[in-house]
């Protein structure tokens, strides 16, 4: 494949929350431009954008699917998104890459919690929009009233460019508002367009809104202005050099609307895209800074003359077939056969190929010029998120950020033997999507899965036992409790055993004190007189470690107290560190016993979006979980509520915010602090603990 000049390059990102019909739409794209020969089925599985296994089990993008087409000499990349909440990541990665994003809404559902954390991050990074409302056709489809929604809840002026014709089932066109024509589809899916003129009934809808969408235009340029206040009839071509300034701007936010079910109104969509949307040269200088030195900022302009660099937004990794790494191009060009420099890993990468997408099908390009979107494979050290450069020219980019985990699972093995196997694949599966995260807990020993969501963490342990032959079983983690002591207190203990031979001898004396919370642990030596030898305080110490990783109401760990080593005897024949060490261990244990030792669980942050309609079941439920509000805040049709909750009170929280919200409903949970666990359930906590040793003795 040849390569195409950067301004000919179109990068477009398909954004809207889950059910919108995104793939359905890019499908159509796809089809329309005639880059397939059929047009693809998310509910059939044959769909380019979404391959996978799980994707086509689902029906649903889990991925950022990747293709390209070409219409009216322009290349579009189109990169498919996808809509839950669970793989929002792939999402935001991906508006790193493109320099438009098409906003889809469904015509019957209007704007949605995804939608407004889409249309939110397109505005904080800057990229130019248009919105598509899809499904027009739908039962209680309602375009005009859509339109309202957009602009109560995101407080902009929208540019309709085009208006359907016919309601629900009886929509079968679009009028041009600009072209004053009207154009009609057959209904089953061809795709062919026919040119007509504008229905008489419509006539003075049309009117109405092609002034609104000329004033708009106008109103984004001030000759256009100056031109329209004198009451001169603005050219089509006026208009179209005002329309693609206001979009490359933001000034204007263009409507279109269609069903791509239906393959209707995408050549609108499509010659919208090629005329209007910015190019890579339209994107402006992207923002880096010298690697090693965050604080001394560098740019780079969009150029095919400027030193080489590119974000790696997307990693995708095959057990036969290896890594391909996926990254678009902000500066200069690159061709096959070439050596980059990766600053993140201090390193240098070298490929082959550089491939195009189309789907999971790869073809090779001569070049990939500024701007262009491209794979290149088995690269050994580069990640998601990496910066690749000139190595002459170096430069860093921080665009792409992962959300903290908000869900994690206990795994185990269903077949003794495939621990190895288990690391290997999930260390493989976080290296392609880093959202997912795999550690060890020190204190429970379990190992733990964290993500997103439940959604993702079950998707994860379907890809592992496709792709590299292994099983889990995902549990409820075992909350990491600790204990801690309220009073101070003073214990001795001497531990002497005489057996024939050299005995066994060390006697201390130990107080123990309450620190604040978040201490730890500190040792003191406090020994006047030499009644312990000095070369005996650090086995005292070593055996206090001992037991308080243990602990003594329920087996763990001590936290936040002070032990002060300050008395004691020894034996000059029969004293070890063995024998000190002992001594320490048991007479911190009593102690604590005397101290009034208590149960501290870990309290967590969370931030839980959901429609307005559903926040007294959500306060309800909260409630009920021993949670405490931190205030709640509007935003557009939806509330964002904060709350400090126990942990343990919401390990299995994201099925039952899904129940109370019918789907709608997000959340993001992160550590806060540890607090006194109430007395009635740490009693529950000190029994269960007991049953568990006892059953495993």
């Not at 809404?105 to 704007?111: H, L, N, Q, R």
């Not at 003191?524 to 003594?552: M, T, Y």
């Not at 839980?608 to 306060?619: H, K, L, N, S």
């Amino acid at each position: 494949m040849k390569a195409i000049e950067a301004d000919k390059l179109r990068n477009v990102g398909l954004f809207g929350h889950g059910g919108t019909g995104k793939t359905s739409l890019a499908e159509a794209l796809l089809f329309t431009a005639k880059a397939t020969t059929r047009l693809g089925r998310v509910e059939e599985g044959n769909t380019v954008m979404d391959y996978e296994p799980e994707e086509i089990a689902k029906s649903a993008s889990i991925g950022a699917g990747i293709a390209w087409t070409e219409w009216k000499k322009v290349r579009v990349n189109i990169l498919d998104t996808p809509g839950e909440a669970n793989f929002a990541a792939e999402s935001r990665n991906a508006m790193t890459a493109v320099d438009t994003a098409v906003i889809v809404i469904d015509a019957a559902s209007g704007v949605q919690i995804q939608t407004e954390k889409f249309w939110e991050l397109a505005t904080r990074f800057k990229t130019p929009k248009i919105v598509f409302i899809n499904k027009v056709d739908r039962e209680r489809a309602d375009f005009f009233k859509v339109l309202e929604e957009i602009n109560d809840t995101f407080k902009v002026t929208l540019t309709p460019l085009f208006v359907p014709i016919g309601r629900e089932d009886k929509f079968e066109g679009l009028i041009d508002l600009l072209k004053g024509v009207a154009y009609t589809w057959p209904r089953d899916g061809s795709g062919a367009m026919t040119e007509t003129a504008i229905p008489a009934n419509l006539q003075d809808q049309y009117k109405i809104y092609r002034v609104k969408a000329v004033e708009a235009i106008a109103e984004s340029n001030e000759e256009l202005m100056m031109a329209y206040l004198d009451g001169q009839e603005l050219t089509a071509e006026a208009l179209a050099e005002g329309l693609r300034a206001g979009v490359k701007t933001g000034a204007i936010i263009p409507v279109l609307c269609g069903s791509a079910s239906k393959n209707m109104g995408l050549q609108p969509l499509l010659d919208l895209i090629a005329d209007a949307a910015p190019s890579p040269l339209d994107r402006g200088a992207v923002e880096g800074f010298k690697p090693g030195a965050p604080e001394e900022k560098l740019q780079r302009k969009p150029g095919d003359n400027e030193p080489f660099s590119a974000i790696v937004f997307k990693t995708i990794i095959d057990r036969h077939s290896g890594k391909l790494t996926i990254f678009r191009v902000l500066s200069g060009s690159v061709g096959a056969d070439s050596t980059v420099y990766n600053p993140n890993r201090d390193t240098k990468e070298r490929w082959g190929q550089v491939l195009k997408l189309m789907g999971k099908d790869k073809e090779a390009v001569d070049q990939a010029v500024c701007g262009d979107i491209v794979a290149v494979a088995k690269l050994k050290e580069t990640l998601t998120g990496d910066t690749l450069c000139d190595e002459k020219e170096k430069i860093q980019y921080d665009l792409v950020q992962f959300p903290p985990s908000s869900l994690s699972f206990a795994i185990q093995p269903k077949s003794k033997g495939d621990e190895d196997k288990i690391q290997t694949g999930l260390a493989r599966l976080c290296e392609e999507d880093p959202t997912v995260r795999i550690r060890r807990d020190t204190q429970t020993k379990e190992f733990i899965l964290e993500g997103v969501g439940q959604g993702h963490l079950e998707i994860t342990v379907e890809k592992l036992k496709r792709k590299y032959a292994v099983e889990v079983t995902l549990t409820t983690p075992k909350v990491p409790y600790k204990e801690t002591i309220k009073l101070e207190a003073r214990a001795r203990y001497r531990h002497k055993k005489q057996s024939g031979g050299r005995g066994q001898f060390g006697e201390c004396e130990l107080v123990v004190r309450p620190l604040p919370r978040g201490e730890g642990y500190h040792y003191a030596d406090k020994v006047v007189g030499g009644s312990i030898p000095r070369q005996f305080i650090p086995a005292v110490d070593k055996g206090v470690v001992e037991r308080l990783s243990r602990g003594v109401i329920a087996g763990y760990p001590v936290v936040d107290l002070e032990v002060a080593v300050v008395d004691g005897k020894y034996h000059p024949v029969d004293s070890s560190e063995m024998a000190f060490k002992m001594a320490g261990s048991m007479c911190v244990k009593q102690a604590i016993e005397a101290a009034k030792p208590i149960l501290l669980e870990p309290i967590v942050d969370m931030e839980i979006t959901a429609p307005e309609a559903c926040t007294g079941d959500i306060m309800g439920n909260l409630s009920s979980r021993r949670g405490r509000p931190g205030g709640m805040s509007s935003k557009g049709k939806n509330t964002i509520i904060k709350a400090q909750v126990p942990l343990a009170e919401v390990l299995k929280y994201e099925p039952d915010l899904r129940s109370m919200t019918s789907g709608q409903g997000t959340f993001t949970m992160e550590f806060s602090h540890y607090e006194e666990v109430p007395g009635e359930i740490a009693q529950k906590i000190v029994e269960a603990s007991k049953r568990e040793e006892e059953e495993e003795e």
